[in-house]
Every structure is written in C-alpha cells, then in structure tokens.
C-alpha cells in the first residue's frame, strides 16, 4: 500500500509518505511559510521513493480542525494531486493524529487532545486506543473554553498545544481524571499517513469532491467590513 499525507492545520507544515508499513516523512515548524514548503517536501518523498502519483493508493489529509488558512492550502494541495491521479482520500482529523502519536508513545489508553482554537478556546477531544492499537473518537471533537471541557468520565494522559496555553484550567477542569500531559506537541504527517492506511484497509476513504477541511466552527474569519465595524465600536 501506498499512501501519501500532507498537513497544515497548525504551525507545523509536514508531507508523509506510507509504502507498506515504514513511512517517511519531510517535517518544519515555519508559521506562514506552508504555501512555499508543501508542494517541495510533496517532491521530493516522490522523487526519493521513484513513484508517480498514479503509483498511490490513496491521499491523506489533515483536515481540521485547525488554521483557516492552513486547512485550505493542506486541502487545495491534496484536491490537486487526487483530481490529477483520479485517487480516493482519507480525511483525517488532526487531533486523531495528535492522539495516535501520543497512543504510540505512551501505555496509556485514554487521550485528552486540545489544541490552541484562539479567540480563548481550544479544539478538544477524548481518544482511546481500539482493539488494534489505534485512535479512536470517543464523544465529540468541540471547540469550547478550557473551562468547559469534559473527559466523560475517564481517566487519561493530555498532549496538545492546549495544555501550553490552558494547563491551569484544564488541570483544574479535569483534576484526578488526568494523568500528565504533554504540551509541546503538534500534528505530523507520519500519523495521518498511519490512520490513512488503516481506513484504506477498512474501506473509509472518499472521493475527493467529499473531502473538506473541518472547522468546528461556524463562523471562521470575519470579513474586513466586519471586523472595521467592531474597530469603531470599540473606539
């Protein structure tokens, strides 16, 4: 099977490519510069392996939620090569892949995600590890306050630039229910390439017509007419 995964929902710009089980990735942290850095990392792990498009199983994509701008930029690269190779695609949430690398690297079973929202919110959601060892959706993924979150009940480990920004109030919030946490960690395409596969062999991938990026909420960005509005109510 091969698979190739591409992510910019966060600060983090990545490309993975999955060929039977090893992956390899291309992996930066360079805030505003994920237009100039995807397609080239996209290159080479092609270049490197000696595939062409058509030679892929499918495309993953880390579809949210996350950055409005980096979601469209992850999506229109992934629209580009699945409309050009005619290839199915797995959308894949980006805290899931959060919450597989947390699964792989630690024993325990239950995973609190939360992932800096701004505006004083956090993308939040509740993982456990399934009968084969990967993440699976526990409830709902929100985007809410710190101070509203719930962890239904279980007992698990936090990761999630979240926990950076919101540690006190999460910690508060969750209290015995949390293990540790870890907040210095950001979405990689190696996971969404991982989960790609694994809906591939379950048969969860769509067309690419159906494959949108994730917001969680309603309304994303304010119009320059909205926002000068709120400028002058303010002065």
Known sequence: ????????????????????????????????????LLLPMVDDLMAEAELKPQQLDAIAFGC?????????IA???????AYGADLPVVPVST???ISQACLQKTEYDNVFTAVDARMAEIYWAVYQRDAQGFAQLIGKEKVQ?????DALQLTGYGIGSGWQCYQHEL????????????????????????LGSVAVQRQQTVPVE???PVYLRDKVAKTTAERDALKNLKS
């Open 1 to 36: 099977m091969k698979i190739l995964a591409v992510d910019t929902a966060t600060e983090a710009c990545s490309a993975a490519l999955y060929i039977d089980g090893e992956i390899k990735e291309r992996f930066e942290i360079a805030p505003r510069e994920h237009a100039r």
């Open 145 to 149: 306050p710190a101070t509203e979150v």
């Open 95 to 97: 805290l899931a892949a």
């Open 64 to 72: 949210g939620p996350g950055s409005f701008t980096g979601l469209r």
């Open 171 to 194: 910690s508060t919030r969750l209290g015995e229910q949390l293990i540790a946490y870890d907040a210095d960690y950001l979405p990689h395409s190696a996971e969404i390439a991982l």
């Open 75 to 81: 999506t229109g690269v992934m629209q580009g090569i």
């Open 210 to 212: 159906q494959a949108m």
